[in-house]
């Protein structure tokens, strides 16, 4: 999967807002399905992992930033 996280989550994300848009209007053949479903799976992954990994920088600049404030300031946890 490393050479499917090189894609960014705007791009993962807008290519699976596309095929969500195909499955809901039909336009998507039988023949195709099966791959469509593959590669939404594999878009939502990546989302995912990018969210998640976004998420773990956050907590740690928050964590940076209450240790380097005497800890008055809530982390937002």
Do not use: W
């Amino acid at each position: 999967m490393s050479k499917a996280l090189k894609i960014s989550y705007t791009e993962a994300y807008e290519e699976l807002q596309n095929i969500v848009s195909e499955l809901e209007q039909g336009e998507i053949s039988v023949d195709l399905l099966s791959e469509k479903v593959k590669r939404a799976s594999e878009l939502i992954a990546i989302c995912k992992q990018k969210l998640y990994a976004t998420e773990l920088d956050v907590k740690q600049v928050l964590k940076i930033l209450n240790e380097e404030g005497g800890g008055d300031q809530d982390a937002g946890e």
